[in-house]
């Protein structure tokens, strides 16, 4: 290797060890680059750099080394982190990594994207995707290859608006199967009915700007028809806004701490319940299971912590955290996590979910994919196939949540139909 081309590749090794040490300030919690000291990080870093100058077989192309590293440097922080190109951070949108495109709430698990929550009744819901499938490819795109927010960005700044096709992987699924997403409008609305003459039961959904006021809402129907008692469901309500976590949490919690957000540098805020605002005393069971995420986590962890109710389910999805877009001279940009949300006490949601106090399995606790074939042809070269229809299934974690508050073990409930109310404007 020329000696022009050791000395760029050292000056590349400065830079890597360099957003290696940045990295592992802003994310020292989590990140295995930001674990023990930097500088023996750069060390390593150096001695990487060193190897492929000695050792390499060609002249490398130090363009793709430098995207290459950056990009595995955001991926070793957590799923929202990204290295954005200059193309992609000139159109970077800060509301794409908040959207809930075609009505799907995604993640990543496992390398893929994995959809976390499906609203009722969204494009996504009548395409036939659903709560827990992983999305093989975005189009032709493998989710495998690229980052969270460029799944995000296929998925939610489509032109024109065109049809999206994604391949979806489940268990029982022996290969993907394509559901072709068409835009539409859908809302995520609280759904309430009586379980028994004491006993009321609300879907809270999304919490979305103004969703403690419907749920508010929902609670004084339900106690104007007697509701001693209340079944409250944050499964599926895998995304809003923290203060309306935060709200809904202060309904049922009196005084204390409801959450806190933990930042760079060990910054911690503690959020304190809304005062005057509680509105229900009576007996509080919730339900959670993988879909249950971000905000509603917090309200989960708000119940538990200052005892006022049982939770009932799987547990929580692991998330809630804000990020910040970094330029960098070149153009190009890091978005990075800066803030997650955790618990009056304990980790962050990301490192530890809310684990149910009454747990009733209803799967395997994690997500699993079916056996996938490294050789299989992409999207555009597999032949469509009929769908299959699954038949649904008892809903067990209600059904232990309203033996728990009956005090029987086997007396079977008989729902009065439900009211849906209207998302708030």
Known sequence: MSFKAKLALLALSTMLALYAVVGGLLARRTSAVAKGNPYVQLKIFNEVVKRIANDYVDEPDLGKVRIGALRGLADGLDPYCAYLSPEQAT???PETMAAVPFGMVVSKYAGFAYVVAVVPGSPAAQAGVKTGDFIEYVNTVATRDVSLYEIMDLLVNVPDGRPVEVTVLRPGLSKGEKHTLKAGPFQSVVESRMESPDTGYIKVGLLTKGKAEQVAAAIRQLQQRGAQKLLLDLRESAHGELAEGVALASMFVSSGVVARTLGAGNAVTTVMVQPGATMFNGKVIVLTDRSTAGPAEVIAAAIRDNQRGEIVGEKTFGAGSQQALFPLRDGSALLLTTLRYAPATGKS???????????????????SLPDIDADAPSPAETPEEPKK??????????????????????QAHRAIPKTQLPKAA
């Open 91 to 93: 159109r970077f949108k």
């Open 389 to 410: 229809v699954t038949p649904p299934s008892e809903d067990t974690i209600l059904k232990r949540a309203l033996e728990l508050l009956k005090g029987e073990a086997k």
């Open 349 to 367: 949601f990301m490192e530890e979910p809310v684990k149910p106090s009454v747990e009733v399995k209803v799967a395997s606790v994690e997500p």
